[in-house]
């Protein structure tokens, strides 16, 4: 192996390692941004299922109410 092959194979070597590294950075970034989404969802049905509570207590109030009336 010339010098000219082993310089474009260190070339290659490097870019492959700096596209891993990318790779491994963008992985890292998606991995968070996909436990935010989690985090978040897991908050919005909690307060789905609140809301929900709320509500069906008031219709059972309505309801009572108006069997008084």
Do not use: F, H, P, Y
């Amino acid at each position: 192996m010339d010098d000219r092959q082993l310089q474009s194979l260190e070339q290659k070597v490097g870019e492959l390692i700096q596209l891993c590294e990318q790779l491994d950075a963008e992985n890292r970034a998606l991995k968070t941004e996909t436990q935010n989404w989690k985090i978040e969802r897991e908050t919005l049905i909690e307060k789905t299922d609140t809301a929900r509570a709320k509500v069906d207590a008031m219709i059972q109030r309505l309801r009572a109410l108006e069997k008084e009336c």
